[in-house]
């Protein structure tokens, strides 16, 4: 079982950055780390994935050159660095775990956090 917890989501203007955080509690050994987000009346849409060495990673077009992956192994941590936003980006943000090291562009993940808010004004 892992647990997620996402942090750093909040309030920008458009052209701003956040950083947005996702402690796992629990083994992540091995697995693919993903964040992924939601906007009021769409479908949860992928966003970035990461995979268990770090260097492996993939970005859905609309973010890409935009936002940045990463991964600490050692914190078990995986961070989503946003910049240039837009109000497009406006959703709740996702942390999600695949109980393997498999990148793709779907949702589907084994163990989800509770998500954290980011709204982007114009």
């Known amino acids: 079982q892992v647990q997620l917890v996402e942090s750093g989501g909040g309030l920008v203007q458009a052209g701003g950055s956040l950083r947005l955080s996702c402690l796992a509690a629990?083994?992540?050994?091995?697995?693919?780390m993903a964040w992924c987000r939601q906007a009021p009346g769409k479908e949860r849409e992928f966003v970035a994935g990461?995979?268990?060495?770090?260097?492996?990673?993939k970005y859905v077009d609309s973010v890409e050159g935009r936002f940045t992956i990463s991964r600490d192994r050692a914190k078990n941590t995986i961070y989503l660095q946003m910049n240039d936003l837009k109000p497009e980006d406006t959703a709740i943000y996702y942390c999600?775990?695949?109980?393997?090291?498999?990148?793709?562009?779907?949702?589907?993940?084994?163990?989800w956090g509770q998500g954290t808010q980011v709204t982007v004004s114009s």
């Open positions: 990461i995979g268990w060495g770090g260097g492996a990673t």
């Open positions: 999600a775990v695949r109980r393997a090291n498999v990148l793709s562009s779907s949702t589907d993940y084994d163990y």
């Open positions: 629990g083994s992540t050994f091995g697995y693919a």
